[in-house]
């Protein structure tokens, strides 16, 4: 079944072509069933491979489709790897991107045909390069996925094309990806030119301790930075709030199934070498520890219900990368897959209140959503105590075993981490608080509108909720239940090699009960501190924030950072470049040949005037001329 | 006899023909002159021709009675081509003169505009 690998990404190719060159011809509801079943397609025949996978005893299959560049010394083959974590991101990507799709059906009524069609097919494509970023055998194909993604997030950011602040935001974003694709670009020139190979397997083999640590830190260095503008970590983070500029279940699928795990799945592709580069783990770690911290401050002063959102999975992909850093390679794939069912719950949830409220997005004006929209508050619910932490939601098994792996690594990565966790559970009530709880705020004519979304909406919702609650308990920690760790075992080959090298900590069971329960105890609180403050909010308490809040309200005026000292001196070079060198310089330059020429045309055509005897009178001097240099200067001619 | 005369009377003729075209400007003038130089040319390719053959002869032995007169075989191809150029130039200057009633020169600067 390993062999028929290449039909995953193959169904949403195929969607997007159909949908893509039909998307003036095909009707609504076939559009909307093309690219949800291809979706569906790839995700049974994901299925049917985890089945294979599961199997105990299996290794890699490496399934080879053709030579892609053959050239010297440089082989890259276009081939897929099929093996426990790749079959894991699959599950991943077709499923939760299936019911995005579904979702998208009844999210994106509104669109003409054409645009449907044409978001259906952007979405296909979206999908197809995840699914070649995580299948590729080797880092060039991983890359052809990773621009993939990249250039889709641009489309579907600027889906809505007319608006021109969305346009700058997929502008953004585009931008800021290339940054760190350069890096990560770099990253495997270095790795062909170490290893003489681009291939995962011919490169981890031939990466053993000892092996030359400044190169690994160097190349490891190099991909982590690619990672960061793809997962949106200090300093390329920016763009993955303005990315709200697209449509809901983009936001959903770019947070949940696609693009933003890109990096979390790169590092833990290639865990072998960053357990041999120590330095660079530090780095990754602290910078995660960073931008959780970071991203969940903010998130506790935004106001857009979307924003709030993307702050928190810039937060938690921040978790991910600490957890990598310390070489909780597991505990990060294992955050990676639930937060991916409560994010897009929480995301197309948040697109189902956006729908109702006729697209306000502004968490004041909203309130007492929970007896109007029953199924969508149930559900949010849900994925604000799974992205909380809660036990025994998705997100306290994933979070709880980044943490204490962080503990074992260091202490003050755990106390800084739950300060995070404790700022995740305040935003998440607070938004949940402002958005279903209290009254109502908005207009009359808004109040009026509010309605239950319709099924197509709804079911996804539900069985993301169920994901959300269930989803954990694959990987239970030890000190609860012994050998219940399913994922661990699950992708213990693929990180066998990092936890030989780097063997992970270990701590008492008594300890980590302690802690365990201890941040259960105060997330909970913070949980209801955050629920009960904002229960009774009204419009008039709203005032202009001072101090703290108003920094935070303006992200810590990193935005304003950034225009500062790199956008506005590149204008600068660049208006000076065009002002000054292109219109005096590269411009005077061309213009004053064209004019030294005419100029000099001009006086010489005064030599042609037609009487014969000058011509030949010019002739003889020439001559003449002629032959005084070759009189005097044999050597000359 | 020295070439030297011969070379100074191919000089003097060469000249008198170059003055003659710059000077004069009735086209058939300055065809003869053109002529004028050309022979002048010839002469100097027989002169030097059959000085190279004196010398030329002497080293090849009995086999060199035709050895270095390649220059005389130019003669030739410029005495051909030159009436072939007079044949050519004298009737472009019949048409001139149908056309103008004139063989001046200068009166054909028409091409200046």
């Given at each position: 079944?390993?062999?028929?690998?290449?039909?995953?990404?193959?169904?949403?190719l195929?969607?997007?072509?159909?949908?893509?060159?039909?998307?003036?011809?095909?009707?609504?509801?076939?559009?909307?069933?093309?690219?949800?079943?291809?979706?569906?397609?790839?995700?049974?025949?994901?299925?049917?491979?985890f089945?294979?996978?599961?199997?105990?005893?299996?290794?890699?299959?490496?399934?080879?489709?053709?030579?892609?560049?053959?050239?010297?010394?440089?082989?890259v083959?276009?081939?897929?790897?099929?093996?426990?974590?790749?079959v894991?991101?699959?599950?991943?990507?077709?499923?939760v991107g299936?019911?995005?799709?579904?979702?998208?059906?009844?999210?994106?009524?509104?669109?003409?045909?054409?645009?449907y069609?044409?978001?259906?097919?952007?979405?296909?494509?979206?999908?197809?390069s995840?699914?070649?970023?995580?299948?590729?055998?080797?880092?060039?194909?991983m890359?052809?996925?990773?621009?993939?993604?990249?250039?889709?997030?641009?489309l579907?950011?600027?889906f809505?094309?007319?608006?021109?602040?969305?346009?700058?935001a997929?502008?953004?974003?585009?931008?800021?990806?290339?940054?760190?694709?350069?890096?990560?670009?770099?990253?495997?020139f270095?790795?062909?030119?170490?290893?003489?190979?681009v291939?995962?397997?011919?490169?981890?083999?031939?990466?053993?301790?000892?092996?030359?640590?400044?190169?690994?830190?160097?190349?490891?260095?190099?991909?982590?930075?690619?990672?960061?503008?793809?997962?949106?970590?200090?300093?390329?983070?920016?763009?993955?709030?303005?990315?709200?500029?697209?449509?809901?279940?983009?936001?959903?699928?770019?947070?949940?199934?696609?693009?933003?795990?890109?990096?979390?799945?790169m590092?833990?592709?290639?865990?072998?070498?960053?357990?041999?580069?120590?330095?660079t783990?530090?780095?990754?770690?602290?910078?995660?520890?960073?931008?959780?911290?970071?991203?969940?401050?903010?998130?506790?002063?935004?106001?857009?219900?979307?924003?709030?959102?993307?702050?928190?999975?810039?937060?938690?992909?921040?978790?991910?990368?600490l957890?990598?850093?310390?070489?909780?390679?597991?505990?990060?794939?294992?955050?990676?897959m639930?937060?991916?069912?409560?994010?897009?719950?929480?995301?197309?949830?948040?697109?189902?209140?956006?729908h109702?409220?006729?697209?306000?997005?502004?968490?004041?004006?909203m309130?007492?959503?929970?007896?109007f929209?029953?199924?969508?508050?149930?559900?949010?619910?849900?994925?604000?105590?799974?992205?909380?932490?809660?036990?025994?939601?998705?997100?306290?098994?994933?979070?709880?075993?980044i943490?204490?792996?962080?503990?074992?690594?260091?202490?003050?990565?755990?106390?800084?981490?739950?300060?995070?966790?404790?700022?995740?559970?305040?935003?998440?009530?607070?938004?949940?608080?402002?958005?279903?709880?209290?009254?109502f705020?908005?207009?009359?004519?808004?109040?009026?509108?509010?309605?239950?979304s319709?099924?197509?909406?709804?079911?996804?919702?539900?069985?993301?909720?169920?994901?959300?609650?269930?989803?954990g308990?694959?990987?239970?920690?030890?000190?609860?239940?012994?050998?219940?760790?399913?994922?661990?075992?699950?992708?213990?080959?693929?990180?066998?090699?990092?936890?030989?090298?780097?063997?992970?900590?270990?701590?008492?069971?008594?300890?980590?009960?302690?802690?365990?329960?201890?941040?259960?105890?105060?997330?909970?609180?913070?949980?209801?501190?955050?629920?009960?403050k904002f229960?009774?909010?009204?419009?008039?308490?709203?005032?202009?924030?001072?101090?703290?809040?108003?920094?935070?309200?303006?992200?810590?005026?990193?935005?304003?950072?950034?225009?500062?000292?790199?956008?506005?001196?590149?204008?600068?070079?660049?208006?000076?470049?065009?002002?000054?060198?292109?219109?005096?310089?590269?411009?005077?330059?061309?213009?004053?040949?064209?004019?030294?020429?005419?100029?000099?045309?001009?006086?010489?055509?005064l030599?042609?005037?037609?009487?014969?005897?000058?011509?030949?009178?010019?002739?003889?001097?020439?001559?003449?001329?002629?032959?005084?240099l070759?009189?005097?200067?044999?050597?000359?001619i | 006899?020295?070439i030297?005369?011969?070379?100074?009377?191919?000089?003097?003729?060469?000249?008198i023909?170059?003055?003659?075209?710059?000077?004069r400007?009735?086209?058939?003038?300055?065809?003869?002159?053109?002529?004028?130089?050309?022979?002048?040319?010839?002469?100097?390719?027989?002169?030097?021709?059959?000085?190279h053959?004196?010398?030329?002869?002497?080293?090849?032995?009995?086999?060199?009675?035709?050895?270095?007169?390649?220059?005389?075989?130019?003669?030739?191809?410029?005495?051909?081509?030159?009436?072939?150029?007079?044949?050519?130039?004298?009737?472009?200057?019949?048409?001139?003169?149908?056309?103008?009633?004139?063989?001046?020169?200068?009166?054909?600067?028409?091409?200046?505009?």
């Amino acid at each position: 079944m390993s062999q028929l690998v290449y039909l995953v990404p193959m169904f949403p190719l195929i969607g997007f072509l159909i949908n893509g060159l039909g998307r003036n011809v095909l009707p609504k509801p076939l559009v909307g069933i093309i690219g949800s079943a291809a979706l569906l397609a790839s995700f049974v025949v994901s299925l049917l491979i985890f089945n294979e996978v599961r199997t105990p005893g299996f290794s890699a299959v490496t399934v080879n489709l053709f030579d892609f560049i053959h050239v010297g010394k440089l082989n890259v083959p276009f081939a897929f790897q099929v093996d426990q974590l790749s079959v894991l991101f699959l599950l991943i990507i077709t499923g939760v991107g299936f019911l995005i799709h579904v979702y998208s059906t009844s999210y994106m009524h509104d669109e003409s045909p054409s645009s449907y069609a044409r978001y259906f097919a952007y979405l296909n494509l979206f999908v197809f390069s995840m699914l070649l970023l995580v299948l590729g055998s080797n880092y060039v194909i991983m890359f052809i996925g990773w621009e993939g993604v990249g250039l889709c997030s641009y489309l579907l950011i600027g889906f809505w094309f007319k608006n021109a602040d969305y346009n700058y935001a997929a502008r953004k974003a585009f931008v800021m990806n290339r940054i760190g694709d350069l890096a990560f670009l770099i990253g495997i020139f270095w790795i062909f030119a170490q290893f003489g190979s681009v291939n995962y397997a011919d490169v981890f083999s031939q990466a053993r301790p000892g092996a030359s640590a400044h190169v690994l830190t160097g190349i490891t260095l190099l991909l982590f930075i690619g990672a960061t503008g793809k997962s949106a970590q200090i300093p390329l983070y920016t763009w993955l709030p303005d990315a709200m500029a697209g449509p809901t279940p983009v936001s959903a699928l770019i947070h949940a199934a696609t693009m933003v795990t890109a990096g979390i799945y790169m590092i833990a592709r290639s865990n072998v070498l960053y357990s041999l580069a120590p330095a660079t783990q530090g780095v990754i770690a602290v910078i995660g520890l960073c931008t959780a911290i970071l991203a969940a401050s903010i998130a506790i002063q935004q106001n857009d219900i979307k924003k709030v959102l993307a702050y928190s999975t810039v937060s938690q992909l921040g978790y991910m990368f600490l957890g990598l850093g310390v070489g909780a390679y597991t505990g990060a794939v294992f955050h990676v897959m639930t937060h991916a069912f409560f994010k897009a719950l929480l995301f197309l949830g948040a697109g189902s209140v956006i729908h109702a409220m006729g697209g306000e997005q502004d968490i004041r004006k909203m309130g007492g959503l929970r007896k109007f929209m029953p199924v969508t508050s149930i559900t949010f619910l849900i994925g604000c105590l799974a992205i909380a932490g809660i036990f025994p939601f998705a997100g306290f098994f994933s979070k709880d075993e980044i943490l204490s792996r962080a503990y074992a690594h260091n202490p003050v990565l755990y106390v800084i981490g739950i300060l995070g966790a404790l700022m995740t559970a305040f935003y998440m009530f607070r938004l949940y608080s402002l958005t279903f709880a209290g009254k109502f705020r908005g207009t009359h004519d808004q109040e009026h509108h509010l309605h239950e979304s319709p099924a197509a909406i709804t079911i996804p919702l539900i069985v993301l909720a169920v994901l959300s609650v269930v989803g954990g308990w694959v990987g239970i920690p030890e000190f609860m239940a012994p050998n219940a760790h399913v994922l661990s075992k699950f992708l213990e080959p693929v990180f066998a090699n990092s936890h030989v090298a780097a063997p992970p900590g270990e701590i008492a069971a008594s300890t980590e009960w302690a802690l365990t329960i201890g941040s259960l105890v105060l997330i909970i609180g913070f949980c209801t501190w955050g629920y009960m403050k904002f229960k009774n909010f009204t419009l008039a308490e709203v005032k202009e924030s001072t101090g703290l809040a108003k920094i935070l309200e303006n992200k810590w005026y990193v935005d304003e950072l950034y225009d500062a000292i790199i956008v506005k001196p590149i204008n600068w070079i660049a208006g000076f470049l065009n002002n000054v060198v292109e219109k005096l310089g590269i411009d005077g330059l061309v213009n004053g040949v064209g004019k030294l020429v005419q100029y000099g045309s001009r006086q010489i055509r005064l030599l042609q005037s037609g009487q014969v005897g000058i011509y030949v009178l010019l002739m003889v001097i020439g001559i003449v001329v002629l032959f005084v240099l070759q009189l005097f200067f044999p050597n000359l001619i | 006899m020295p070439i030297n005369y011969y070379i100074f009377l191919a000089v003097i003729l060469f000249c008198i023909g170059v003055v003659g075209v710059l000077t004069r400007r009735n086209a058939i003038i300055i065809f003869m002159c053109i002529e004028l130089m050309l022979n002048a040319v010839n002469l100097l390719l027989v002169a030097f021709s059959k000085a190279h053959h004196a010398v030329a002869a002497i080293n090849a032995g009995p086999a060199g009675t035709t050895a270095g007169t390649d220059g005389q075989m130019f003669v030739f191809f410029i005495m051909v081509v030159a009436a072939a150029e007079v044949s050519v130039g004298l009737a472009i200057i019949v048409m001139m003169y149908r056309n103008t009633h004139s063989v001046d020169v200068n009166f054909l600067n028409r091409l200046k505009h």
